[in-house]
């Protein structure tokens, strides 16, 4: 079955993250991060991986670069990992670092790739974690800092940024579960933590424009909340999770107020004065999408959970299981029309305050490495309901799968591949899955459907002659 066509001039890209592909812990003056010395700490990588090694992409990131362009990707999605850059994560520039970036950016510009850098990607300078990390509100003002230098160095070649990749994971499974780094357990006394990141995400945006960087976006994980039950509690327990991980930070970015003014007198802070930075005008939205939640009243005799993660009883809320889907390798259920319903709850929601969207990651982990039909149907069955979602009014401007390559997936270590191409964690060997042929012809067939249509319409309507179209000697 044909795919619908996208518009000319859509993107197309494939994401990565550097603590999850880089390795190189420690060269070239690199510091560590809270991630490198969470996953040193015993049991917290469940199947035992080296998370040092990554996928060697900081030695072999020419080789990854050609299987870009051999995609034939319009931008490629990395982090810049901010202790690569400032060790200490305030102070001394380590320059071998900035270089390291340098080259990548050049690499991709050779081959008209569009890099695309975050600036955090989880990755905390640990002597900022140990400090509080984003519990520090100092954290969000040396964020700003490293920023600026990130874009000194690379926005003479970047035309498109994000600052922060999903703070609601980050508060939610690093400070309020302990089930990412930093491992805190602090549940609602979490709460700081995002409105720190928020007040980084709004300083980095000045910061990167004052350095010379434009085209600035965010990239935000969303997804529908589907009630379990008809309950009262039912629907209270479904729409504090919808506002803890949808609104709580999409508001304050995109209107400059928390949704909840009990949620707002529990952060830290001038508050009001740091919506007006939070609120700092971005020029796009970035949209990480993977499945619904299904959320009703807490039940204290069962054992729910989040994305795999046991949800504790004290907690006003439950997740249930949602059946009837197809689920992949971390037990998420595929359901492409989420895509459709999340984003064009977005548009609704914030109407002209929505500025045009990237979905920035969607991809699924199969544990399978060469068996990529299913991979191929999850991806073809997403972009059918993102193109249902623009058709019916929402303005998106590009899409990035997750991931390139397979990488270490966080606390899962190397158990869940959602590469487009295979990595052998023994040898580092890249090999391309049968998805990365089916994106590669899909891309293609776009390519040439839209410079078709662009020769059509200028055989139609060519352009008009000027008499001076360059100005006279």
Request: charged share 20%.
């Amino acid at each position: 079955m044909t795919l619908p066509m996208f518009p000319p001039g859509f993107l197309w890209g494939a994401s990565a993250s550097a603590f999850q592909t880089e390795g190189a812990v420690d060269a070239d003056g690199k510091g560590p991060s809270g991630w490198d010395a969470f996953a040193a700490l015993p049991g917290r990588i469940k199947d035992g991986t080296d998370t040092t090694r990554g996928t060697g992409f900081h030695a072999r990131y020419r080789e990854d670069v050609a299987l870009l362009a051999g995609l034939g990707a319009d931008a490629f999605r990395f982090s810049v990992s901010w202790p690569r850059v400032v060790p200490g994560g305030s102070g001394a520039v380590n320059a071998d670092g900035l270089d390291f970036y340098d080259r990548l950016v050049d690499e991709l510009c050779a081959h008209g790739i569009t890099p695309v850098p975050t600036l955090y990607h989880w990755d905390t300078p640990l002597p900022l974690e140990e400090a509080g990390g984003w519990l520090d509100r100092d954290t969000a003002y040396r964020f700003a800092e490293y920023a600026g230098i990130v874009a000194e160095r690379l926005a003479d070649r970047v035309p498109l940024w994000i600052t922060i990749n999903e703070p609601a994971e980050v508060t939610l499974l690093g400070y309020a579960l302990g089930e990412h780094a930093p491992g805190r357990t602090l549940l609602f006394d979490a709460l700081p933590a995002a409105h720190h990141q928020l007040l980084a995400h709004g300083l980095a945006v000045r910061a990167l424009r004052a350095a010379g960087a434009d085209n600035i976006g965010v990239a935000l994980s969303h997804a529908p909340v589907w009630t379990a039950g008809d309950t009262d509690e039912d629907r209270l327990g479904a729409e504090l999770y919808d506002t803890l991980t949808n609104w709580l930070f999409a508001d304050p970015v995109l209107t400059g107020r928390y949704p909840d003014e009990n949620l707002a007198a529990l952060m830290p802070g001038p508050v009001a004065d740091d919506l007006k930075v939070i609120s700092t005008p971005l020029d796009w939205y970035g949209v990480n999408y993977y499945n619904p939640t299904l959320v009703g009243a807490p039940r204290p005799e069962a054992l729910d959970t989040f994305s795999g993660f046991a949800m504790p009883a004290e907690l006003p809320f439950g997740i249930r299981e949602i059946e009837g889907y197809e689920k992949t390798g971390f037990g998420w259920p595929v359901v492409p029309e989420g895509l459709t319903e999340i984003v064009t709850a977005l548009h609704t929601r914030y109407g002209d305050r929505l500025p045009p969207l990237y979905i920035t990651e969607n991809g699924c982990a199969l544990e399978e490495p060469h068996a990529d039909d299913r991979r191929i149907a999850y991806l073809e069955s997403h972009l059918r309901a993102l193109r249902a979602a623009m058709d019916a009014g929402v303005d998106v401007r590009g899409y990035f799968t997750w991931s390139l390559t397979d990488n270490v997936e966080w606390t899962e270590g190397a158990s869940q591949r959602f590469g487009l191409v295979h990595i052998d964690y023994e040898t580092l060997t890249r090999t391309p899955k049968r998805s990365y042929a089916w994106y590669r012809d899909l891309i293609r067939a776009q390519k040439t459907q839209s410079t078709g249509e662009k020769q059509v319409a200028q055989k139609r309507n060519p352009p008009v002659e000027r008499a001076f179209a360059t100005p006279p000697e």
